[in-house]
């Protein structure tokens, strides 16, 4: 009978996400998703893999895109460019299956828990939480956005490795959380205390410890490695880049904290950005009728929990609430303090909590029809969801749509702004300071003229000829970075760096040379890729494999 209810959770989720299927363009404010994913098409053709310095951003001088942001959804999308998606098709799949994943996720989670009348709740009051619009149609986080498919799946998986700890559950656990790990940083960051505080107070209470510690320790290992290629290069290299500029000015965290009439009473619907102050043209309310949910659930989880010991179901749902409340307070200024005092300032902006907030307040709305009577389901049921549809709906749709071309998106003053618009996020510590003109098409000489011949340049990989009557100092438009290797003739030559933009420069003799300068893998990337090549598909193996593997 769960097909179902599976086939439910499809359909009510398709309006939230209908309105991409038309042609044409949506703005958002984070407005850099096509662009990423044409940066990323570079790296596949080049041979690039796994995709990490982009060669147009940066005003052109290239830089480390996905060393440090996460890049699995990015894959995905710019697979589909290779079964035949234009580029604003590819970007608006990226939207829609989020949506469509993570409700059918969360239903798996709720269903596992409450029974499917639970899950399907769980599951509507997911899909339309208004803050998943807010992320879609409004800022446009297609990391985020991701995030909220990995969150049910990543608990589901802990649940079910305390009731079945053996290899096939940790093998699910860890490439959910890997999947989290490859997503999205600020989502894992939030998310991972939490998860850790379930997984704790569960095992004070289960028997078999050992066994279940085994299996969990594994499944976090099998995370980390599986999800290496991302996470090591980022942990390993991250003071390779200004990280520092991520929480500084308009980023500072002091900026953004959400006013309780703005998170509990009001309705406002805006397509703007976060600013200073509790002036901001976006949303970050709950909801009215989330808010009920949360409420009818907190008071049958006190009543049973006074009435009789919890059961595990009823305890999850306890500490889902808890944390719920937690998230929420973590998004108003009175938490200032703890912002202060734990390292959370890279998180940048506090409403990210709103992301842990909206999972676990949709799921403990599910026990509402925890074990209640099949007789009273139905009409409760049909009511409840009709009530979230129809007064959430309305949030799921583009402010306006612009009958734009890829051509129009990519010249003139936008294509200049793809090119910088988030040229602080990931630029080299080479560069003192951002480039305020767009890199020279050609490499040049620091003195005298040199002339560059069969020029080519692909994502990680600048080749080309040169002629100089005089030796000189060579200036490549490429930001340095780690990695970064130039051959003379051949041959493994030094570099040192131009400039205060850091430039690759490199001493050239007189006369003719062939010259080639190409991004190579360090130790954390190339442990990292090697990790992800090895226990990923060992991973999806475990779990898809028929044979027993240990189970208790």
Not at 101 to 114: A, D, E, R, V
Not at 317 to 343: C, D, E, G, R
Request: charged share 15%; net charge positive.
């Amino acid at each position: 009978m769960n097909w179902r209810f599976y086939l439910f959770v499809v359909l009510i989720s398709i309006p939230t996400f209908i309105s991409l299927i038309r042609p044409g363009y949506f703005p958002m404010h984070d407005d850099l998703q096509v662009m990423r994913i044409y940066q990323m098409e570079l790296c596949f053709r080049a041979g690039q893999f796994p995709c990490r310095w982009v060669p147009d951003m940066g005003y052109r001088y290239g830089y480390p895109q996905f060393e440090y942001y996460g890049p699995l959804p990015y894959y995905l999308m710019t697979a589909s460019r290779f079964v035949g998606l234009s580029l604003f098709s590819a970007m608006k799949l990226g939207f829609i299956l989020p949506l469509l994943l993570g409700n059918l996720t969360m239903f798996l989670l709720g269903s596992s828990l409450f029974g499917p009348w639970g899950g399907l709740l769980s599951a509507v009051a997911y899909a339309y939480a208004p803050y998943r619009a807010s992320d879609l149609y409004s800022r446009g986080a297609m990391g985020e956005t991701w995030a909220f498919v990995f969150l049910p799946l990543i608990l589901f998986a802990l649940l079910r490795l305390f009731k079945k700890p053996n290899l096939k559950t940790a093998a699910l656990l860890g490439l959910s959380y890997g999947g989290l790990l490859a997503t999205h940083n600020i989502s894992t960051l939030i998310f991972s205390p939490l998860i850790g505080l379930l997984a704790l107070v569960l095992l004070i209470r289960e028997k078999d410890k050992p066994v279940v510690v085994k299996y969990g320790l594994i499944a976090l290992v099998w995370a980390v490695l599986a999800a290496g290629s991302f996470f090591l290069p980022l942990v390993f290299e991250k003071g390779y880049a200004h990280t520092e500029s991520l929480i500084q000015g308009y980023f500072n965290y002091l900026a953004h904290f959400v006013t309780l009439k703005q998170l509990f009473f009001t309705t406002f619907w805006g397509y703007g950005s976060s600013e200073i102050g509790p002036t901001d043209d976006l949303s970050f309310f709950v909801g009215p009728i989330h808010i009920l949910l949360f409420l009818v659930a907190a008071v049958a989880v006190a009543y049973r929990s006074f009435r009789r010991r919890l059961d595990q179901t009823t305890l999850v749902v306890l500490l889902a609430i808890i944390f719920t409340l937690a998230s929420l307070f973590m998004t108003h200024q009175k938490s200032t303090f703890l912002w202060q005092v734990l390292p959370l300032s890279y998180l940048q902006f506090p409403w990210r909590f709103l992301v842990t907030a909206n999972f676990f307040l949709a799921l403990s709305a599910g026990y509402i029809f925890y074990k209640l009577a099949p007789g009273k389901i139905l009409p409760l049921a049909i009511s409840l969801i009709t009530l979230l549809f129809m007064t959430n709906v309305s949030f799921f749709r583009p402010r306006e749509w612009f009958d734009l071309t890829i051509w129009e998106k990519f010249s003139g003053y936008s294509w200049d702004r793809q090119l910088t618009i988030s040229i602080f996020d990931y630029l080299p510590v080479s560069a003192k300071f951002p480039p305020t003109f767009a890199a020279p098409l050609l490499p040049y000489g620091a003195k005298t003229k040199i002339s560059i011949l069969d020029f080519t340049r692909s994502s990680d990989t600048l080749r080309f000829t040169t002629k100089s009557l005089t030796a000189d100092v060579l200036i490549l438009p490429q930001f340095d970075f780690p990695g970064w290797q130039v051959k003379l003739d051949g041959k493994k030559v030094s570099h040192r760096r131009a400039f205060d933009l850091g430039l690759i420069a490199l001493d050239l003799p007189a006369g003719e040379h062939r010259l080639e300068a190409s991004l190579k893998k360090t130790l954390p990337r190339f442990v990292g890729d090697l990790a992800t090549l090895i226990f990923a598909p060992l991973a999806l193996y475990t779990l898809i494999s028929k044979k027993p593997h240990g189970q208790k």
